[in-house]
């Protein structure tokens, strides 16, 4: 089940996002972020 997140981001950050998710790279933001999340944890994992 998937819940809503409130974040704030730098303007520069956002527009990047914005630009990968027009370029078709992500489906939307949300995959984004949560493609970016699950690589962090893995790496955290991973030592």
Sequence with gaps: M?????IS???DKMELIDRF????RFRNKSHL???S???????????
């Design 37 to 47: 999340i699950d690589r962090f944890i893995k790496g955290e994992k991973n030592g």
């Design 33 to 35: 972020i949560e493609y």
């Design 21 to 24: 998710v027009k370029e078709g």
């Design 2 to 6: 998937k819940k809503k997140l409130s």
């Design 9 to 11: 981001i730098e303007e």
